[in-house]
C-alpha cells in the first residue's frame, strides 16, 4: 500500500522543481494585483446551487441534495458564508480534503504494478460550490483561457478540436516548406558567390536535390 501510494499520490516537494517551475509556484502564491469583484448576489449563489450535478460527496458525505436542501431551508445564512469566503479571498482547508479512490483500470495488467490503478479523489461538494461561485464573480478568469482549451470546457466539442489540431497541422506544414525554401536560399548563395572560382555550376547541380 505504501508503494502504491508513493507512486499515485508523490510528495511534493521542491527538490526537483525547474527554475521555471519555481517562479510558476511562486507566481500562484501571490496574489493578483486586479480589482475586486463585485458582491456575490443572494439570486447569483441561488442559481448556482440549483445546477449543482448528483456527484458523489467527499469526506463529510455532503452531497448536492443536501446543500440544495439547507439552500432552501436558510438561504441567507449559506449567502452570508459563500460571500465572505469571495470578500477575504479564502478557500476553507476542511474544503480542500478529499476521499481518495483507487480504482483497477483492468488494463491486463498484474495487481502488483502501480500502473493497474487508477487515482480518483472526491472533494467536497461545497467546496466545489465556492469554485463555481469564483468564476462566476471572476469572470476574468474564464476570458483568459485559451481558445485552444478543449479540455474541461463547456461547449467544446470533439471537432471543435480536431479543426484546431488540423490547422496546426497546416502551420507546421508551412513553417517547414518555409524552412526549405531559406534553406535552398542559402545554398544558391553559396553557389553564385562560388562562381567566382569556376565551381558554379557544380554547386548549383546539388541545389536540385532540395
Not at 518555409?178 to 558567390?193: D, G, K, P, T
Request: glycine content about 8%; some cysteine; proline content about 7%.
Amino acid at each position: 500500500m505504501h508503494k502504491l501510494m508513493s507512486a499515485l499520490c508523490p510528495d511534493d516537494s521542491t527538490d526537483c522543481y525547474s527554475p521555471n517551475h519555481r517562479q510558476v509556484r511562486l507566481q500562484a502564491a501571490v496574489m493578483p494585483s486586479g480589482g475586486a469583484t463585485p458582491p456575490l448576489k443572494v439570486e447569483e449563489l441561488g442559481g448556482i446551487v440549483m445546477a449543482l450535478p448528483n456527484t458523489a460527496p467527499g469526506l463529510d458525505g455532503v452531497s448536492a441534495r443536501i446543500v440544495r436542501n439547507v439552500w432552501n431551508a436558510a438561504p441567507r445564512e449559506l449567502h452570508s458564508v459563500y460571500a465572505k469566503c469571495v470578500e477575504e479571498g479564502v478557500l476553507p482547508n476542511v474544503w480542500k480534503d478529499g476521499r481518495l479512490i483507487v480504482i483497477p483500470k483492468g488494463n491486463d495488467k498484474p495487481l502488483t504494478d502501480v500502473k493497474a490503478y487508477r487515482p480518483i479523489t472526491l472533494l467536497p461538494v461545497l467546496g466545489k460550490l465556492l469554485e463555481r461561485v469564483i468564476l462566476r464573480c471572476a469572470t476574468a478568469i474564464s476570458r483568459e483561457i485559451s481558445v485552444y482549451q478543449h479540455g474541461f470546457s463547456p461547449g467544446a466539442v470533439y471537432s471543435n478540436s480536431a479543426a484546431c489540431t488540423a490547422q496546426h497541422g497546416k502551420v507546421f506544414s508551412g513553417i517547414l516548406r518555409a524552412s526549405n525554401i531559406l534553406r535552398y536560399l542559402w545554398r544558391l548563395r553559396q553557389c553564385l558567390v562560388a562562381d567566382d572560382d569556376g565551381q558554379g555550376q557544380k554547386g548549383w547541380m546539388s541545389t536540385q536535390h532540395l
